[in-house]
C-alpha cells in the first residue's frame, strides 16, 4: 500500500495537517510521499486575496507548477485544499481536472476558516467522479491543536490500507 498526500497551502495551514497526516500514514506502516501543488498566479496580499476569492467563486482554473510524483502510481491519493469562497482553491481545480483519470481511490481534506467544508468535498467528488474512502475538515485555528491527532486518527483509520 502506497499512498500520495497532495494539497495546495497559500498560508501554511492546510501544509501542516498534511504533514500531521502524513506521520499518522507513516505509523501505520504506509508508504507515503507529499506532494505540494504550486499555483503561479501571484496570491499575495489584499489583491491577490481579492482574485483568489473571486477565480474560486468562479470555479476557475490556474496554471500550477510541474508535478513530482504521478498519481496513478500510488493506490491512494489524498487531496487537500484550504476552502476558498466555500469551494476549492483554483490550484486543486487544475490538479484534479488534470489528473481525475489518474486516481485509484481517493479521500479528501480542507482547512477553512470557521466557515465548515460548504461545498469543496462535493465539488472534488464530482470533478474526479470519485467517492472519497474518508473526508476530514478543520479550521485553521485548530490545526495544532493536540486533540485532533484523535480526529486524524478516525480518519486514517476510515482508510483502506
Ligand atoms: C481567497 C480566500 C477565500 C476564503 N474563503 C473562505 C470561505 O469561504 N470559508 C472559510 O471558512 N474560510 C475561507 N477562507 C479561509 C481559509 O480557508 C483558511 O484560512 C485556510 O485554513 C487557509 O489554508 P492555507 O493556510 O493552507 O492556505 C478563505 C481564504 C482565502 C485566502
Known sequence: MN???CFYSRTGATRALAQNIKEILLDHNVECRIEEIED???RD???G???AAKDAFMGKETEIEEVTYAP???DMVLLGTPVWSGTIAPAIRTYLNKYKNDLNKVAFFCTHGGGGESKTF???GKICGLEPQATLSLRDKDVKKVKHFEVLEKF???LDI
Open 3 to 5: 499512498a500520495l498526500i
Open 49 to 51: 486575496y481579492a482574485k
Open 72 to 74: 496513478a502510481d500510488f
Open 40 to 42: 503561479l498566479k501571484n
Open 122 to 124: 462535493k465539488v472534488m
Open 45 to 47: 496580499g489584499k489583491i
Open 156 to 158: 486514517v483509520k476510515q
